[in-house]
């Protein structure tokens, strides 16, 4: 059982390149989540689906788009890369009833 | 949408001794309150949760109060162990959609 899996570990970009992250949760749940964390700011939310086929923005949605490719699957994608965005990135999902949400071990993010 | 606040930023507790983190949240229908660990380099791992309808939750060192009428819940762990060292995180929801505070880093001196 390996939970939340995203790929890959460790990323340097040129600003500019294109680049999107996998994430993808064999728990069967239904909401998934993309959090970007930078020192002294936590967690914040950058998009997230609550089921299969929906997607929203969360707080800090700017530069990145997302899919939820099926119930397993949520990628979130850097269209132009920006030095603002390195990162460490963080998938997360869900269950209903307010199960514990579960994380990824993370994107190291880089944009020189 | 919710707001959560989270005090101290920075701890530091001689081994042995106690550490509390105190979060406060703005919105009243907030019902399930998690807290995470999270090791250097590593993921945030859930440690313990409560939910609105109950007022304190122990799990061996570590508990978790709520005071819904004050909108704030605190982490306690007792007996701090240099494996405690850690980043601290609080959160607070109504629906799937979980709000952090910013973390606390916790420093036990041997």
């Known amino acids: 059982n390996a939970g939340v899996t995203q790929t890959p570990k460790f990323q340097v970009l040129k600003t500019g390149q294109s680049m999107t992250l996998q994430c993808a949760q064999d728990?069967?749940?239904?909401?998934m989540y993309w959090y970007r964390q930078d020192p002294g700011m936590g967690l914040r939310l950058i998009y997230y689906?609550?089921?299969?086929?929906?997607?929203d923005k969360g707080e800090v949605p700017n530069g990145y788009n997302v899919s939820r490719l099926n119930k397993r699957e949520f990628s979130l994608r850097l269209e132009s890369a920006a030095p603002s965005q390195t990162s460490v990135y963080f998938c997360?999902?869900?269950?209903?009833?307010?199960?514990?949400?579960?994380f990824g071990d993370g994107t190291r993010l880089s944009i020189l | 949408g919710e707001n959560v606040e989270q005090h101290p930023s920075t701890l530091s507790v001689q081994e042995g001794d106690s550490a509390v983190i105190k979060c406060t949240y703005s919105?009243?229908?907030?019902?399930?309150f998690p807290w995470y660990k999270q090791e250097l380099g590593k993921r945030p791992q859930l440690i313990i949760d409560?939910?609105?309808?109950?007022g304190e939750k122990k799990d061996q060192r570590i508990a978790v109060t709520l005071n819904k009428t004050a909108k704030h819940f605190s982490l306690h762990i007792t007996e701090t162990q240099p494996e405690d060292s850690a980043v601290y995180f609080c959160?607070?929801?109504?629906?799937?959609?979980?709000?952090f505070g910013a973390g606390t880093t916790v420093t036990v001196r041997a």
């Open positions: 728990m069967n749940h239904n909401s």
């Open positions: 959160a607070a929801t109504n629906d799937y959609k979980l709000s």
């Open positions: 689906s609550a089921s299969e086929g929906t997607t």
């Open positions: 919105d009243s229908a907030s019902n399930y």
């Open positions: 409560i939910r609105s309808n109950v």
């Open positions: 997360a999902s869900l269950g209903q009833g307010g199960q514990p949400q579960h």
